[in-house]
C-alpha cells in the first residue's frame, strides 16, 4: 500500500498507529530496528534485587546467537558497586551486530537508515561511563540515526537521566521501559522485582525531561481477567506514552514459566482470544501513541508455546479482522476524561 506522508494513519486506512508509519512521517528514508546485545545483565537475576529473573526470562529465545558471543556487562553481586571494564571485543561486536543487520535490510531497502536498539536484559545496568561508551559507540555506526534502550523502570538513577537527555536533543531516542501489567498481584506473580509505583516514579521523571518512553505489556497474563486487561489499557492511555509495545506471552523453555506450562499451571489464549485483547486495548489508546508492537517475536528454537505466534501473517490478519468485525479502530472509545485529563501522578493505591 502506498503511503501518503501528508495523510493521517487513519486516512492511510491502517486501523492504528503502527511504528513503520510514525518513521514514514519522521524520516524521508526506510527506517528499520536493529537490536543490539552488548551483553548486560540484571539486578532481578545476579542478587542484587533478586536471583532467576522474571519467569519467562532466557534472553536467548529472542537473541539466541548473541548471548553467546559477547561478555557481560553487569554488577558483581548485592550492593556491589565493582564492574567489570568493557572489552574492545564487546565495541567490535556492536559494530559486527549492525553490520550483518544493515546488511540483511539493504537486499530489500537500499537507502535504509537504522535505530539502534539495546534490547537484551537490562540496558542501563552498568556505569553512567560504560553506558556512554556503548550508546555513542552504536551512534558512531554507518547509517545509525537514532537510538532506543530497553531497561528496567529501578535501574535509571537520574545521571543516567541526564545523559538520556542529552542525547535525546540530538538524536532520535526513546528508553523502551519493561512494565508487562499495572497491577501489582501480576507483577509479584512474574517475580518482577519492581511494583508499579516504581515504574510511575520514574515515568514521570523521564516525562519530565520531555524523553520519548515505549511502554511492554503482555496481554492475557496468567490470572488476569478481562477487566484487569481493561484497567491496563485505561491507565497506559491516562499517561500517554511515546508509544506501547504489545506481547502475548510464549514459553521459554528452562523457565520457571515452563515448568508451570508444563504442570498446567498456566494456559495461554488462543489466537482469537489474544487478537480480542489487542483490539480491546487498541480501542481505548489516544491516536497519537505510536504502537510499536502487537504480538511478541520470540526464537522457535528456544520456545515451547503457542506456536500460532511465530506465525507473524496469521496474526497480524486475526487482528485487523477483529478490527473489521467490530468495525472499529484505535482510539474509537477513548473517554472523553482521558482525552481532556492533565497528566499527573496518581496518588498512592490509586488506579485510574
Known amino acids: 500500500m502506498k503511503i501518503s506522508k501528508q495523510a493521517t494513519w487513519r486516512e492511510n486506512g491502517l486501523n492504528f498507529y503502527s511504528l513503520k508509519f510514525h518513521y514514514t512521517q519522521m524520516f524521508d528514508f526506510p527506517v528499520r530496528k536493529i537490536t543490539i546485545d552488548a551483553g548486560f545483565s540484571c539486578p532481578n537475576i545476579d542478587g542484587t534485587i533478586g536471583y532467576g529473573g522474571c519467569i519467562f526470562c532466557d534472553n536467548k529465545s529472542f537473541s539466541p546467537s548473541r548471548r553467546s558471543s559477547v561478555a557481560m556487562v553487569k554488577n558483581n553481586g548485592k550492593n556491589s558497586n565493582t564492574y567489570p571494564k568493557i572489552s574492545d571485543e564487546t565495541f567490535v561486536e556492536i559494530g559486527k551486530q549492525i553490520l550483518s543487520a544493515s546488511k540483511h535490510y539493504e537486499i530489500r531497502e537500499p537507502d535504509a537508515k537504522y535505530i539502534a536498539y539495546f534490547q537484551p536484559t537490562t540496558n542501563t545496568y552498568a556505569p553512567l561511563k560504560q553506558l556512554e561508551l556503548l550508546y555513542f559507540a552504536a551512534l558512531a555506526e554507518k547509517n545509525i540515526i537514532g537510538l532506543a534502550v530497553g531497561t528496567r523502570p529501578d535501574t535509571l538513577p537520574d545521571d543516567v537521566l541526564d545523559l538520556f537527555e542529552s542525547i535525546s536533543t540530538n538524536t532520535y531516542f526513546v528508553v523502551e521501559l519493561g512494565l508487562q501489567s499495572i497491577h501489582d498481584k501480576t507483577l509479584q506473580f512474574l517475580n518482577r522485582g519492581h511494583d508499579y509505583q516504581i515504574f510511575l516514579d520514574v515515568y514521570y521523571?523521564?516525562?519530565?525531561?520531555?524523553?520519548?518512553?515505549?511502554?511492554?505489556?503482555?496481554?492475557?497474563?496468567?490470572?488476569?481477567?478481562?477487566?484487569?486487561?481493561?484497567?491496563t489499557a485505561q491507565e497506559i492511555a491516562r499517561l500517554r506514552p511515546h508509544s506501547v509495545k504489545l506481547h502475548n506471552l510464549y514459553v521459554p523453555r528452562e523457565t520457571k514459566l515452563a515448568a508451570m506450562f508444563y504442570d498446567e499451571r498456566v494456559r495461554l489464549p488462543t489466537i482469537d482470544q489474544y487478537a480480542s485483547y489487542v483490539v480491546d486495548f487498541l480501542e481505548r489508546q489516544p491516536p497519537e501513541t505510536v504502537i510499536d508492537r502487537v504480538v511478541a517475536d520470540g526464537h522457535s528454537a528456544h520456545t515451547i508455546a503457542p506456536s500460532w505466534y511465530r506465525n507473524k501473517n496469521l496474526v497480524f490478519n486475526k487482528i485487523e479482522a477483529e478490527f473489521a468485525r467490530r468495525e472499529t479502530y484505535q482510539g474509537r472509545i477513548v473517554s472523553e476524561f482521558h482525552s481532556q485529563t492533565v497528566l499527573k501522578p496518581l496518588a498512592d493505591g490509586e488506579v485510574c
Do not use: A
Not at 207 to 218: C, D, E
Open 205 to 231: 521523571r523521564l516525562k519530565q525531561r520531555k524523553i520519548n518512553v515505549n511502554i511492554h505489556l503482555i496481554l492475557g497474563l496468567p490470572g488476569e481477567t478481562s477487566d484487569d486487561m481493561l484497567g
